[in-house]
């Protein structure tokens, strides 16, 4: 195809065609060669300026239509560098492609031109290319700026050029609509000046200067309720919060004054009548809710918004919003794929204009925009920006023209607006609505205001921007502005804005008069969890339906072409159940649960075949490439089987997959890391949500965190997944921590998991690498077939001898291989190896009785392959010791205390394990030697380097 073709020479696609030809003429071969061939013979004195390709009446200026093209189009482009976005009047930066000048034209060669060289609907109702580039000025340079021209998809090119040009988003509203905004805008801004006098000095982040992100969020939610969008779910940070809270959630401003109440002398709640263990809240600006979205005089919506409790760590709500939404807008309850209807549920996300730039979860959660894994049909984001990120102003806080860019590279159009232009607001939200609903993509407003005080409303702003805020000073609020703007169009009379200010201000002060607000209510309780975490449910499986379920595992579908080296392999190890190993069980623990209904969500990098190639979820047609699920296929699903490979991504994934747990709690979710290290890229969602969340908000989630760990001499990465750091944050019964390690106990943990639905919390599962096909770790059918997970593996060889034992041995995870893998193993006829499979909560009962069940012991020791800094022994050290009373000596067998977790040296690995094996077995004396050993190998590693 050529880029153009000669019926198009005319009309509206002449301006292209003649920037085309210049093109030509500069350098014939940087047009196609078909156009080349066309140009060859063209004369463009010929150029018809009518639009009917006759005969032109007047044959223009080649040189003045190319200028006029380019002007037109630069204003189309760039136009946004030249709108007055800046509520305090602060001077666009302009361009000077702006001008005509800039082409070597005048108005007056504009106005001699037709507006036929200008493409759109502008072109319909102007004569003149003067008229039109005065329109579309008016247009794009006027108090909203659009930034599309990163957008590549000409489809969704043309339909945004036509929204703008069109003006069918925008246009003065009318009377009845102007004054509803009048009554809203009062209250946005009488609620928070309230707060102020009444709560003096107080803390609220005022949403002041940004106003109108109330009024656009009503918009947008009456617009999703207009199309039977039942929900939205919504994530923001402090700034604004409390103003959402009461008018876009409904939250009564009686309970928002409540929790302003500072309690009264002697009222102060003692710790004993605190709301219960496993409680300790959150200030009131991270509080989430769900309610119906109302607004004043008007029917409920009826749109159920949920907002997502956050932490203050700005931006990291955003995945989890995600998640949230997703798990809202998919139906887990046939057998296959979910089904995605992205109409079940609005996700809207609002930034800090510091925050979005700066923090990286916000580039993070745009790549999973559209991915199909992740994708929730579009997310409206607005960056309230208020030009200031606590006392830090833009030329510090990002490196781009706008706070918005970053959303550029993922093609997400941007909509910049002044946030003291009421009907440019609403206007940009119609269009980032109907755009999401048309192409089921991302849109971004970055509304431009400013900020009324100091990051908090303690702070003095002017110490650090005392320009700024001496204009802020005298810079009327949105609704006085807004309120003129009504007197002038003689919507309202004179007086009247403000006696609705003084009606809005006596509710506020009857409001918090009466009694409901001055009792603080804890929030967020409904999830606390009441039920002991040890309790174990029943979790085997019949062995016949373990056969059946294997069986149609192995199925394929007709005319399916597996490769044939997995295939083989596949029958080899998945073609009996007589020897199971991790990744088989995981099938059958899947494979069993989809059986029940329960629906399975499984992510992370490279999850789909498994990052040791153990898994294979999704095999792959040789010949025409095809997927094909297994699990999605199997005839005894009665719910959804979910593998995706995540993008290369752990805040932003793991933040999802939390999100996607908090709301779908029929499923059984799981996040696994490529290698367990790569999980603390995500410590702040770990610690701001999947081990707190439950005792900051009440949000109980099950998620599953599967992390690859053990030492095999790999380095300092890829060996641990720092164990100690989930071991560090567990309290209060908030998290599952376990390694296991046989196939049967991953069995028997991963359905246990998917039964506690009533006593939800976070599994925290260290997984194998080297154990995935150790003969050591495969499970049979008994084992999956009966029984349950046992929290601690005694030594059953040696309980046969029980009073012999003097030595125990107490280890978790792969180590447990090596030690009753060495030469010293059946020489230590006094020593018992025992497991400690779960080690949060503690399992105290079953270690007792472990530790009972010798009779003649004389030391417990841990033996463990991390460093003595890391791994569990920090926290096993204090509860063995309490355990046994002081009756036994708890002896640690280890390495050293290190700053990174595993050597580089895969020769210096093996020797050192061999050492701490030996001294686990041979005790102290052999232990010192062996230490010493250590230390001599350490050395001279340390020399050699
Ligand atoms: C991850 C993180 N880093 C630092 C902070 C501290 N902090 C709180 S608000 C703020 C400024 C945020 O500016 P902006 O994103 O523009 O939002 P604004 O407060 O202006 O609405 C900072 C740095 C934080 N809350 N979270």
Same mark, same amino acid.
């Given at each position: 195809m050529s880029e153009i073709s000669?019926?198009?020479?005319?009309?509206?696609?002449?301006?292209?065609?003649?920037?085309?030809?210049?093109?030509?003429?500069?350098?014939?071969?940087?047009?196609?060669?078909?156009?080349?061939?066309?140009?060859?013979?063209?004369?463009?004195?010929?150029?018809? /300026?009518?639009?009917?390709?006759?005969?032109?009446?007047?044959?223009?200026?080649?040189?003045?239509?190319?200028?006029?093209?380019?002007?037109?189009?630069?204003?189309?482009?760039?136009?946004?560098?030249?709108?007055?976005?800046?509520?305090?009047?602060?001077?666009?930066?302009?361009d000077p492609t702006l001008d005509p000048s800039?082409? !070597?034209?005048?108005?007056?060669?504009?106005?001699?031109?037709?507006?036929s060289i200008v493409d759109g609907p502008v072109a319909g109702r102007t004569s003149t290319a003067k008229e039109a580039a005065d329109e579309l000025r008016r247009l794009y340079c006027s108090t909203t700026g659009y930034d599309f021209?990163?957008?590549?998809?000409?489809?969704?090119?043309?339909? =945004?050029?036509?929204?703008?040009?069109?003006?069918?988003?925008?246009?003065?509203?009318?009377?009845?609509?102007?004054?509803?905004?009048?009554?809203?805008?009062?209250?946005?801004?009488?609620?928070?000046?309230?707060?102020?006098?009444?709560?003096?000095? +107080?803390?609220?982040?005022?949403?002041?200067?940004?106003?109108?992100?109330?009024?656009?969020?009503?918009?947008? /939610?009456? /617009?999703?309720?207009?199309?039977?969008?039942?929900?939205?779910?919504?994530?923001?940070?402090?700034?604004?919060?409390?103003?959402? *809270?009461?008018?876009?959630?409904?939250?009564?401003?009686?309970?928002?004054?409540?929790?302003?109440? +500072?309690?009264?002398?002697?009222?102060?709640?003692?710790?004993?009548?605190?709301?219960?263990?496993?409680?300790?809240?959150?200030?009131?600006?991270?509080?989430?809710?769900?309610?119906?979205?109302?607004?004043?005089?008007?029917?409920?919506?009826?749109?159920?918004?949920? *907002?997502?409790?956050?932490?203050?760590?700005?931006?990291?709500?955003?995945?989890?919003?995600?998640?949230?939404?997703?798990?809202?807008?998919?139906?887990?309850?046939?057998?296959?794929?979910?089904e995605q209807d992205v109409d079940a549920a609005l996700p809207i996300l609002l930034h800090g204009d510091a925050a979005f730039p700066g923090e990286g979860v916000a580039a993070e959660t745009l790549n999973l925009s559209r991915l199909r894994g992740y994708a929730t049909g579009g997310t409206i984001h607005i960056i309230t920006n208020n030009?200031?990120?606590?006392?830090?102003?833009?030329?510090?806080?990002?490196?781009?023209?706008?706070?918005?860019?970053?959303?550029?590279?993922?093609?997400?159009?941007?909509?910049?607006?002044?946030?003291?232009?009421?009907?440019?607001?609403?206007?940009?939200?119609?269009?980032?609505?109907?755009?999401?609903?048309?192409?089921?993509?991302?849109f971004l407003i970055d509304l431009v205001g400013y900020r009324r005080y100091g990051h908090n409303e303690g702070d003095e702003p002017s110490y650090t921007q005392p320009l700024m805020y001496e204009k802020i000073r005298n810079h009327?609020?949105?609704?006085?502005?807004?309120?003129?703007?009504?007197?002038? &169009?003689?919507?309202?009379?004179?007086?009247?804005?403000?006696?609705?200010?003084?009606?809005?201000?006596?509710?506020?002060?009857?409001?918090?008069?009466?009694?409901?607000?001055?009792?603080?209510?804890?929030?967020?309780?409904?999830?606390?969890?009441?039920?002991p975490l040890v309790e174990i449910p029943e979790t085997a499986v019949p062995a016949e339906r373990l056969e059946a379920l294997n069986e149609a595992m192995l199925e394929r579908p007709e005319g399916?072409?597996?490769?044939?080296?997995?295939?083989?392999?596949? !029958?080899?190890?998945?073609?009996?159940?007589? +020897?199971?190993?991790?990744a088989h069980a995981e099938a059958l623990a899947f494979a069993s649960l989809v059986e029940e209904g329960v629906p399975i969500r499984l992510t992370g990098e490279d999850t789909e075949r498994g990052t040791f190639s153990q898994r294979h979820a999704v095999l792959h047609d040789v010949e025409t490439g095809e997927r094909y699920v297994p699990l999605q296929n199997i005839p005894q699903a009665k719910a959804s089987f979910a593998v995706y490979n995540s993008p290369l991504s752990e805040v932003a994934t793991m933040g999802f997959e939390y999100g996607y747990s908090v709301y779908a709690r029929d499923a059984l979710v799981l996040w696994e890391a490529q290698y367990g290290d790569f999980a603390n890229v995500g410590q702040a969602m770990i610690d701001q949500f999947v081990v707190s969340g439950q005792a900051k908000w009440g949000q109980s989630s099950g998620l599953v965190m599967l992390l690859p760990h053990g030492y095999e001499g790999q380095g300092p990465e890829h060996s641990s997944a720092r164990l100690e750091r989930y071991l560090q944050l567990a309290a209060q019964e908030n998290i599952r921590v376990a390694n296991c390690t046989t196939a049967a106990q991953y069995f028997h943990i991963l359905r246990a998991q998917a039964m506690l639905t009533d006593n939800r919390r976070p599994l925290i599962l260290m997984t194998p690498k080297s154990l995935l096909r150790h003969p050591m770790a495969a499970s049979t059918l008994e084992e999956l077939a009966s029984g349950r997970f046992q929290p601690v593996l005694?030594?059953?060889?040696?309980?046969?001898?029980?009073?012999?034992?003097? &030595?125990?041995? *107490?280890?978790?995870?792969?180590?447990?291989?090596? /030690?009753?893998?060495?030469?010293?193993?059946?020489?230590?006829?006094?020593?018992?190896?025992?497991?400690?499979? =779960?080690?949060?909560?503690?399992?105290?009962? +079953?270690?007792?009785?472990?530790?009972?069940?010798?009779?003649?012991?004389?030391?417990?020791?841990?033996?463990?392959?991390?460093?003595?800094?890391?791994?569990?022994?920090?926290?096993?050290?204090?509860?063995? !010791?309490?355990?046994?009373?002081?009756?036994l000596p708890i002896i640690y067998v280890g390495k050293p205390a290190r700053p990174s977790p595993a050597q580089g040296s895969a020769n210096f690995h093996r020797r050192e394990h061999a050492e701490i094996v030996s001294r686990a077995f041979r005790g102290e004396d052999g232990g010192r030697k062996a230490e010493a050993a250590v230390r001599g190998v350490q050395a001279r590693t340390t020399q050699g380097a």
């Open positions: 000669e019926r198009e020479f005319y009309g509206p696609n002449l301006g292209y065609v003649l920037e085309l030809y210049e093109r030509f003429r500069e350098d014939p071969d940087s047009v196609d060669e078909e156009t080349r061939r066309l140009f060859e013979h063209w004369r463009p004195r010929e150029v018809s /300026l009518d639009g009917r390709g006759g005969v032109a009446a007047a044959p223009a200026d080649v040189e003045k239509i190319v200028g006029a093209t380019k002007f037109i189009r630069h204003i189309r482009d760039f136009g946004h560098m030249a709108a007055h976005l800046d509520p305090l009047g602060s001077e666009p930066p302009g800039f082409y !070597r034209i005048s108005e007056e060669d504009l106005a001699e031109l037709p507006s021209g990163h957008v590549h998809d000409p489809e969704e090119r043309f339909w =945004l050029r036509e929204a703008v040009e069109s003006e069918r988003f925008g246009g003065k509203l009318d009377a009845g609509e102007a004054k509803r905004l009048l009554k809203r805008l009062t209250r946005v801004d009488t609620f928070e000046k309230f707060l102020h006098r009444t709560f003096l000095g +107080q803390k609220r982040f005022s949403v002041e200067g940004n106003d109108m992100v109330v009024p656009m969020l009503d918009r947008l /939610l009456e /617009l999703a309720a207009d199309s039977g969008i039942p929900g939205a779910v919504l994530g923001m940070a402090h700034r604004g919060r409390l103003n959402v *809270l009461a008018h876009v959630l409904g939250k009564p401003y009686e309970k928002i004054f409540a929790e302003f109440q +500072q309690p009264e002398k002697g009222e102060q709640p003692s710790v004993a009548e605190s709301p219960g263990e496993g409680w300790v809240g959150d200030v009131k600006y991270h509080l989430g809710i769900r309610g119906y979205h109302l607004e004043e005089g008007e029917e409920d919506t009826r749109v159920e918004v949920t *907002l997502a409790p956050n932490p203050s760590h700005l931006e990291h709500v955003n995945p989890v919003v995600e998640g949230m939404a997703r798990a809202a807008q998919e139906d887990r309850g046939n057998p296959g794929a979910p030009q200031l990120g606590f006392t830090t102003e833009k030329e510090d806080a990002y490196s781009t023209t706008y706070a918005s860019d970053l959303a550029k590279g993922f093609e997400i159009p941007v909509v910049h607006v002044n946030a003291d232009d009421p009907e440019a607001c609403l206007a940009a939200v119609s269009m980032a609505y109907a755009y999401r609903q048309r192409f089921h993509k991302d009327p609020s949105v609704r006085e502005i807004w309120a003129k703007e009504l007197e002038e &169009r003689g919507i309202i009379e004179e007086g009247e804005a403000e006696r609705l200010v003084e009606e809005v201000y006596a509710k506020m002060q009857e409001i918090h008069r009466s009694p409901a607000a001055k009792k603080v209510e804890e929030e967020g309780m409904g999830d606390a969890p009441r039920t399916f072409n597996p490769n044939p080296k997995l295939e083989r392999l596949f !029958r080899r190890n998945r073609g009996s159940l007589e +020897q199971i190993d991790w005694d030594d059953a060889e040696a309980r046969e001898r029980s009073d012999s034992i003097e &030595r125990l041995i *107490l280890c978790s995870g792969k180590f447990y291989t090596e /030690l009753v893998g060495s030469e010293y193993r059946d020489e230590a006829e006094d020593t018992a190896v025992a497991r400690v499979e =779960l080690l949060y909560p503690f399992p105290e009962e +079953q270690l007792r009785e472990v530790i009972g069940g010798y009779p003649n012991l004389r030391e417990v020791l841990w033996v463990q392959e991390e460093p003595k800094n890391m791994g569990a022994w920090s926290f096993m050290e204090p509860r063995l !010791r309490e355990l046994v009373s002081g009756e």
